[in-house]
Structures are given as C-alpha cells and as structure tokens.
C-alpha cells in the first residue's frame, strides 16, 4: 500500500519542523529518513533558498 498524499505531506511537515514521526509503519519510517536525508544533503551542500540570478 503507498502512502496517500494527505500522509506523505503530514509526515514532510513532521520531518521539516523536527517533529517526532510517531508511528511504526514501515512505509511511513522509510519516507520520513528520506526526508531528513534529503534535508541533511542540501543543508552539507549549501543549497538553502532560493538561487540569486544577478
């Protein structure tokens, strides 16, 4: 079973507030870590914001 939209995005406000993900769900831990992975890249990479074009 995928995650429906309404989940995935209470779950993406979870992982980008720093909130806990409370539930045990496979599916739902596997799209939380990638998540914060995905928040950890861009934070090591410096890819924060928008780009300047001038």
Known sequence: MTLSPHRQHKIYIAATMGYGLGSEDPEEVAYYK???EEMKDDRDNGNLGISRSD
Request: proline letters at 0%; zero cysteines; glycine letters at 0%.
């Open 34 to 36: 990638q998540i914060k």
